[in-house]
């Protein structure tokens, strides 16, 4: 083994890999060899800013714009991976959705609505594409600091992310007789325009900086390296993990 960090050979699935953290996942993974399915939903320009990119670095990424929450999304996700015939070395599963309100404005219908997409969109997706994955394969679930904290107007949100995790270790033990790694990413505060949905925005930006030992925000490009480890052959050791990309937030807190 040259290069154990290297993904060269390997083939990803990256859900919601075309804006964000997702988009840096994919750029990072193909720049490292991997052929790359980017799966997206609604933002089209999002995603033909991503191919044009992939095209003029000579990096494989297709796009595969596909509802999770829905059969014909997800037998779209099929359809994709079989055109090409190869088995998949791994699932980075980094759609989610959100309602970031107080306790008092928030309805069951919200929570069908994020929990469909945070939650039972990634089991879906694991049940119907499991097969497809090679032995030794990794699955990587993003969550937040959410998942284990409270966060104001974070409620459906954090909750979602926390089933997630737990559902993520407990794949991590149905699947490891296949030598399948199933982790958790858990970036801290990390500027992407999923902030822009947040009543306290600016607020919240400074407070994590401020409460930083590095006095800065992680970067989507450092989240992607990580992602990067978990799914590279340098992190064989590693399953039913869950790794924190904050910069030392939770150290301090």
Request: charged content about 25%.
């Amino acid at each position: 083994m040259t290069d154990p960090f290297s993904l060269s050979g390997k083939r990803f699935l990256v859900a919601g890999g075309t804006r964000g953290v997702g988009r840096a996942i994919s750029l990072q993974f193909a720049r490292s060899g991997a052929s790359v399915v980017a799966n997206f939903i609604r933002n089209q320009g999002a995603a033909d800013r991503l191919k044009l990119v992939a095209e003029k670095e000579g990096l494989e990424i297709d796009l595969c714009r596909a509802d999770l929450t829905s059969p014909k999304g997800l037998e779209q996700i099929e359809q994709t991976l079989d055109a090409k015939g190869t088995s998949l070395s791994g699932l980075v599963y980094c759609a989610a959705t959100g309602v970031h309100k107080p306790l008092a404005e928030l309805t069951l219908r919200h929570f069908d609505w994020v929990f469909a997409l945070n939650v039972r969109a990634f089991l879906d997706l694991v049940l119907r594409i499991g097969m497809r994955l090679s032995d030794g394969a990794s699955i990587v679930a993003v969550s937040s600091d959410g998942g284990v904290r409270a966060v104001p107007f974070y409620t459906l949100v954090g909750s979602s992310k926390g089933a997630l995790e737990s559902m993520a270790r407990h794949l991590a033990a149905e699947l490891g007789p296949r030598g399948i790694r199933v982790n958790i990413l858990a970036p801290g505060a990390v500027l992407t325009d999923s902030w822009d949905s947040m009543p306290d925005r600016e607020r919240r930006l400074e407070a994590a900086r401020s409460r930083s030992p590095m006095k800065r925000l992680v970067t989507v490009e450092e989240v992607a390296f990580a992602a990067q480890f978990l799914c590279s052959d340098a992190a064989s050791g590693i399953s039913g993990d869950r790794l924190v990309v904050d910069g030392g937030v939770g150290t301090v807190q």
